[in-house]
Structures are given as C-alpha cells and as structure tokens.
C-alpha cells in the first residue's frame, strides 16, 4: 500500500498528522496542488482506510490527572482474554490499551486523581481477571516526547512532551463541550461547534487558543492506520544502568534523528523508557535496536520488544468528557 501512495499523499499525511486543522488552502500550497485536489486525495485515503478519523491529543495531567502504566502476561485463555479488553475498554480512565506478543501481552495507561486510585483500580482489575493475570509490572508516566513523522516527509524534527507537569486547571462547561467534539473530530469547524452548543464563533475560537496555549490541547492529528502502508508497530523497553545526565541528552538527540522512532516514553518503573517504533519489518527493527544498543552499549542493560498487534487510544471515547 505504501507503495501507492506518492509524494503528495505522503506529504499530506505528514501535515495533517502534524496539524489536522490546517486550513486547506495552506495544505493546497504546501503541496503545490489545488484545493480541490487535495480534498480529492484526503477523501480518497479516508475511503482507503488509510486515515481513520481525526483526533486531538489532550493532555489530563495538566487537568491533575496522574498517569499510570501497567503491563500484563496473560495466560491463554482465548475467551477470558477476550472479556477483559471488552472490560477494560468500557472505562473512561483508560487513556492507552495495547495488545502484544512478546514481553507483554497487554499494556495499560489509565489516568487518576490519585496514586490511591491507581491502586484500588489495579486491584480491582486483578481480582476479576485473578485466572488470567499471571504476572505484572506496574510504573508511574514521567512524559511522553512525540515529533512530525518525518518517514512520510523529511524535515527536521524536534521532540515535543506532553504529560510532563501536573496542573490543576478546571474545564469551564463550554471548554469541556469544546475539548469533546475536538476529541472526536479535530478538523470540526469552529462555527459547527459554536452552533451545536449554542456558543458564538469568538467564545468558541478564544476558548481553543486559550486551550492550546494552557498545553490541555497538545496536537490536533489524523489517525493514520499504519498497517494500511506495510508499517509493524513495535515498542521496546529499554533498561539503563548509571544514567548521567549527559547519556540522557545524547539519548534524545540520537533517537529523535531516527525518522521510524516516533514516541519515547519516560517513566519510573523497572524499566527507563520505551520507544514506539514503526518499522516495515522485523529486519528493519532490529538493524535499528541493533545500531541503539551498539552506540550506548554502556548505557542500557537489557532491552526488551513487544509487536503490537491491537493498539486503542481512550477506548470509552463517548465517555471521557462526561
């Protein structure tokens, strides 16, 4: 499939996943077609499948929600497995659900008001789920660090964090109104949202510059289904020993020169960080962990790889603004 796509299509889902809302006639110039050509081609990979919907990426911690990680080996138990996504699914605190094989068969991000949530949460699931847990390990989210897919076009690029500070900003009920239907459809015109909540135009835009300037509204993007282009989702868990300072910035500035890492997570938990990787195969993966490991052989201790295979943001999405 990524086959073809040309040169205007790629650069099309690199701008619209940079910025879902950018106005099409900016899109229009940027890839030296018409207007309505690039609506042409936007529609064409909606009915494709290629691009899924588009979506906002808010971020809870600057509402006062912490971030919790739980990874899980289940065991095989086919229809168990099978209700405990359709579970854990239903519950609006759930941010992040991956299904895996390799070192986790399940990954967890839920956001809470409290460490004390978390707990009672991961117990609560543990007991329904009793027979199918067998094992865990569970971490607290320090930041996400996310940049432009520059595979699709190269550009240079610079990590971005979201989830990086807690903050306690309380949503007015229009900012709510607007975070949801943004969440739904980031490329929602603003007079449609002014208009369903019986707002004005300038409430509506003031209130999404205040949003964004707040950081509560991190990125507005497509989603982009990547196993429509021949792309393997992989994540790696890295484990470090005597992490200086300086290994920490050479870390970064290494891995966001790689166009297939696209996330790196921070996190205090028995690993240090995971990355996202896209990748066409699993050769492709493991020449880049391979080149990893070999230029900080004296940073990381072990490292370990889940494929993932079902990958959900905000599952209850109906439900998280309610």
Known sequence: MLESLDKIDKRILFELDKNARIADTRLAKLVGR??????????????????KGFTTWIDPC????????????????????KAFVEHVKKDKRLFWLGIAEGAWNAGLTYFVKSNNDLFELKNALFS???????????????????????????TQTEWKNMFYSIERYDLEPIENAILKELFLNSRESVVEIARKHKSTVDIVRNRMRKLEEKGIIFRYLARIDYNKLGYEFYKTFLYTRNLTQEDERRFLE???????????????????????????SYQEYNKIISDLTKEFANVFSKVETAIMGEDYVFPAKEMVFE
């Not at 509402?63 to 229809?79: M, T």
């Open 128 to 154: 329904k789920f009793k027979e199918l847990i067998l094992e865990s390990r569970t971490g607290v989210l320090v930041n996400v660090a996310s940049h432009d897919i520059t595979f699709f076009f190269e």
């Open 34 to 51: 018409s207007k309505e050509s690039v609506r042409y081609r936007i529609k064409k990979l909606q009915e494709d499948g290629v691009i």
């Open 254 to 280: 290494y891995t966001r020169q790689q166009p297939k890492i696209i996330h790196l997570v921070k996190l205090i938990s028995p690993w240090d960080f995971e990355l996202e990787i896209m990748c066409e």
């Open 62 to 81: 600057k509402l006062g929600f912490l971030a919790g990680k739980i990874y899980l080996q289940l065991a095989n138990r086919p229809e168990e497995k």
